[in-house]
């Protein structure tokens, strides 16, 4: 079996059953291709039992690992209720751990209150005799190599040993629905995760400017988002033509407010989509001061058209942190492949970096903005991203 343990989900009261229902089902969408498993819960715990011997249970760990909402997982040896099966399922399923540690100790929990010994007895037991039969162990209750947990649960007993970090959060789908504007960069994929992990469903948008970016651009984007879709679940994405409002902003507009009018227009265009499709804020991967365009007051005219709350999840990540992150979630490979994104043509030498919005606005009316927006989003196209 897979064990699964739920984080803050357990702190949620009354809507606990139906934050375990969500993650239940998530977990049970993310196994799908990996065999037939049960999947139920009980006391905090989730757990994931095959079903026939052809599930695969490397590939469903590692999926569990990717589990929004799980502070850790284990694999687990499953006992019958009784002493000797315990210890020596204990010696036999953990063999391979055992033999490559120096220490270890046994912790046992026992939840089913009507099993004859009690816990510390259980333990006791177990751990002696894992000496006789790994001599070369020595009991270490402070800092053992293996943590050999015992759980005297309903059905069975449990044991396993050093469970990994699950990746916390909350589950995906229990928070409410975000869009994600989606570049081809660092960040927005990793705020993308972010946000996911905090219990939104996703929806991205991504602004397109052909011929200047180009198919492979996009494609990258949507290699991204099936990286992102891992920990996230299945994501649509919407791509909008802003070929002829970009060329309308780089032929009317002041040039050194231009980028600051670009996103503004990405932020009108992103809301409308966000209306469309049943989400709730928006989500950006800008960072306080990284560029012209995120400075506070550049931010301040950008968020001046935004009437749904705006989740800037890297605004005090420095990008040593947020490589980190691309890393982990492995998005970094694929971000730092040199295309031009929307943002990156036309952009202007000398971008203002305080702009006001009384500045940005008299620049923005030399263009017929509503009638490119509608334009942009008259021509969409939709892809439907998962992961596997
Ligand atoms: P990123 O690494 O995510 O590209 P960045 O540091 O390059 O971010 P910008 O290019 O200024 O910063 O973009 C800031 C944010 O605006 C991005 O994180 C993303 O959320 C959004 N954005 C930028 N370009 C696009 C695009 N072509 N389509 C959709 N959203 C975009
Ligand atoms: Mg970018």
């Given at each position: 079996m897979i064990l699964l343990k739920l984080g803050e989900?357990?702190?949620?009261?009354?809507n606990r059953r139906s934050f375990e229902e969500v993650l239940m089902k998530n977990v049970k969408r993310r196994l799908g291709d990996a065999g037939r498993f049960a999947v139920s819960s009980k006391q905090s715990t989730i757990y994931v039992e095959p079903?026939?011997?052809?599930?695969d249970m490397d590939l469903a760990e590692e999926r569990c690992?990717?589990?929004?909402?799980?502070v850790s997982y284990t694999r687990a040896g499953t006992a019958e209720k009784e002493l000797r099966a315990i210890q020596e399922r204990a010696a036999e399923y953990l063999q391979e751990k055992l033999e490559e540690a120096d220490s270890f100790k046994v912790e046992c929990k026992r939840s089913?209150?009507?099993?004859?010994?009690?816990s510390p007895e259980i333990s006791a037991e177990v751990g002696g005799y894992l000496l006789e039969k790994y001599p070369h162990l020595r009991v270490d209750?402070?800092?053992?190599?293996v943590e050999v947990r015992v759980e005297v649960r309903e059905q069975y007993a449990f044991v396993h040993a050093n469970a990994r970090p699950g990746a916390g959060g909350i589950p995906v789908g229990t928070g409410g629905r975000g869009l994600v504007l989606i570049s081809?960069?660092?960040d927005s994929p990793v705020a993308a995760w972010t946000m996911a992990k905090r219990g939104l469903a996703l929806t991205a948008v991504h602004f397109a400017s052909p011929p200047y970016t180009s198919e492979l651009a996009h494609d990258k984007v949507v290699r991204l988002l099936r990286q992102v879709s891992q920990y996230a679940g299945r994501i649509k994405l919407v791509t909008v033509g802003f070929t002829h409002l970009q060329e309308e902003i780089r032929d009317c507009c002041p040039e050194d407010l231009g980028t600051v009018i670009l996103r503004r227009y990405m932020l009108r265009a992103a809301q409308r989509v966000a209306e469309q499709e049943g989400c709730q804020c928006l989500i950006t991967g800008e960072s306080l001061g990284?560029?012209?365009?995120?400075?506070v007051q550049a931010i301040a005219c950008t968020d001046a058209v935004a009437k749904l709350p705006v989740f800037r999840?890297?605004?005090?990540?420095d990008k040593a942190e947020i490589i980190k992150t691309a890393r982990q979630i492995d998005t970094f490979d694929t971000s730092i492949e040199p295309y031009e994104d929307c943002c990156t043509i036309?952009?202007?030498k000398h971008p203002r970096t305080k702009p006001t919005l009384e500045m940005v606005e008299r620049g923005e009316g030399a263009i017929d903005g509503e009638a490119l927006l509608r334009e942009a989003l008259e021509n969409v196209r939709t892809t439907h991203i998962t992961a596997y």
């Open positions: 989900i357990a702190l949620k009261g009354l079903l026939d011997g052809d599930a690992g990717k589990v929004f909402g799980v089913d209150k009507k099993f004859p010994c009690k209750v402070h800092h053992p190599d081809g960069g660092l990284q560029v012209a365009s995120q400075t999840p890297l605004i005090g990540s036309f952009t202007p």
